[in-house]
């Protein structure tokens, strides 16, 4: 299985910056889009970023010209600098990605799409 693994959160004050970091590891053959979502309390998790492989960008309306996402796919990593943080942007951020995956099955290696998610870090930014 594709597994996700994320750096870079923790406490900062308004006006800072954050860098995130995820990396997939697995036996992966491919990766389609990576992206970061958010989750406050109380709240539906949100799409914060993304990019696909061939490196176009989305972003949030409320983060554009703040945050910018990158990845390394020689690395299969993906990260999202966050500048200019605010209070609003305090939430549990997740690291998903898709695509395709080599898994074993008997004699047989097959290829099998995945689409994983990171365990989620905490960025708070205070006021």
């Known amino acids: 299985q594709v597994q996700l693994v994320e750096s870079g959160g923790g406490l900062v004050q308004a006006g800072g910056s954050l860098r995130l970091s995820c990396t997939a590891s697995g036996s992966i053959i491919s990766i389609n889009g990576m992206g970061w979502y958010r989750q406050a309390p109380g709240n539906a998790r949100e799409l914060v970023a993304s990019v696909t492989s061939g490196g176009s960008t989305n972003y949030t309306d409320s983060v554009k010209g703040r945050f910018t996402i990158a990845r390394d796919n020689a690395k299969n990593t993906v990260y999202l600098q966050m500048d200019s943080l605010k209070p609003e942007d305090t939430a549990v951020y997740y690291c998903?990605?898709?695509?395709?995956?080599?898994?074993?099955?008997?004699?047989?290696?097959?290829?099998?799409?995945?689409?994983?998610w990171g365990q989620g870090i905490q960025v708070t930014v205070s006021s």
């Open positions: 998903a990605a898709d695509g395709n995956a080599w898994s074993r099955s008997s004699a047989f290696a097959v290829r099998r799409p995945f689409n994983s």
